[in-house]
């Protein structure tokens, strides 16, 4: 019983530690199904600001630049990675990062393809 009492601690202190890949991944999922339903507005709204404010042309909203960027489809997520507040989302089909605010993961870039040994190659980027 000392044995199990003695691990105990340590096995929650090591979970306590894990990196949390669930919550990235649910806002580019979030964010992808906004595309997929034509509710720009609410993609907007998972964008980081200066992601946001960048996107449109002058005279246009953001979710008619998401709109006119026709977006492909993308699958199911298939990997996350998460360094510190930010974090890369993988998905069949796309790739998109984020990064931590205090009111949660907001989309920096989207529709992002990788580029070998260059920094990847975004439709959507701040």
Request: charged residues 25%; hydrophobic residues 40%.
């Amino acid at each position: 019983m000392r044995m199990l009492l003695a691990v105990l601690p340590v096995t929650l202190i090591i979970a306590g530690c894990a990196v949390d890949t669930t919550s990235p991944a649910r806002t580019a999922e979030r964010f992808r199904t906004a595309l997929a339903a034509h509710q720009e507005d609410t993609a907007c709204a998972l964008l980081a600001e200066q992601t946001a404010e960048k996107l449109p042309d002058p005279g246009q909203t953001c979710a008619e630049a998401l709109r006119d960027l026709k977006l492909g489809a993308a699958g199911p997520v298939t990997a996350v990675r998460v360094w510190g507040d930010d974090a890369q989302v993988r998905l069949s089909g796309d790739t998109l990062f984020l990064h931590r605010y205090s009111d949660g993961w907001r989309v920096t870039a989207a529709s992002c393809r990788p580029q070998g040994d260059r920094p990847y190659d975004c439709e959507v980027e701040n």
